[in-house]
């Protein structure tokens, strides 16, 4: 979002192409005229915050004027992964998860929640194809909890995901990690509020499927 000093240079930019027109017409200018500058400005970030945390939501707005979909809140996600467990050379079950995501216009941060770790997007867009419709691709940090790190060590890993629905009903896609693995990701419910722990997703999402062991390469 433009904060007040990048919107006054431009104000100002604007004012004085402005006035050099009105000059090359031949109208007086008066210094009166520039007196509400400074309010002119307030009010402008003060509107432009409200879009940037509030009104870009509207559903009004969406697809001509915002382009980017409104994915807030809590996912519970079902993660299957394709790493064989070397004790039994089978593939690990599903494996329960919350994706929280936190946007406004101009912001955009997702966090991957498992009983084990959590995953940050380091980086992430939102993308418009052609026909209309939404993807999102990122990179991101896993940090396991402590007590697991002998086994499953932090690793940065790709997701991409398809935004399907107008309005946003699911999240689809794919990921793959640095450890050479990859697995599917799909959507299976989804809550206005955004979590901060497992619990609390848990909580709000109760009827994701129970929390199967994180694989050592997830």
């Known amino acids: 979002m433009l904060s007040r000093l990048h919107l006054s240079v431009i104000l100002l930019i604007a004012a004085a192409i402005w006035g050099t027109m009105l000059l090359v017409e031949g109208v007086a200018i008066s210094g009166t005229w520039f007196r509400p500058f400074s309010a002119v400005v307030g009010i402008l970030v003060l509107l432009l915050a409200a879009f940037d945390l509030w009104a870009w939501r509207l559903r009004f707005l969406q697809g001509w004027f915002v382009p980017r979909p409104d ?100 999240l689809v896609g794919c990921y793959w990690t640095d450890r050479g693995t990859r697995g599917e990701l799909r959507s299976l419910g989804r809550h206005a509020r955004s979590a901060s722990s497992f619990d609390e997703a848990r909580s709000l999402l109760p009827r994701a499927p129970s929390a199967a062991p994180l694989p050592v390469s997830r």
């Open 71 to 170: 994915i807030r809140g809590t996912w519970s996600v079902e993660l299957r992964s394709d790493w064989k467990d070397p004790t039994t050379d089978t593939i690990v079950a599903p494996i329960a998860a919350y994706l929280v995501v936190r946007q406004t216009f101009s912001t955009l941060s997702l966090r991957m929640l498992t009983p084990e770790s959590s995953s940050e997007l380091v980086a992430a867009e939102i993308s418009k194809a052609a026909d209309g419709t939404y993807r999102l691709a990122g990179v991101y940090r896993n940090e396991p909890k402590l007590s697991v790190r002998d086994r499953s060590p932090i690793h940065f890993g790709a997701i991409a995901l398809e935004i399907q629905g107008d309005p946003v009903k699911d």
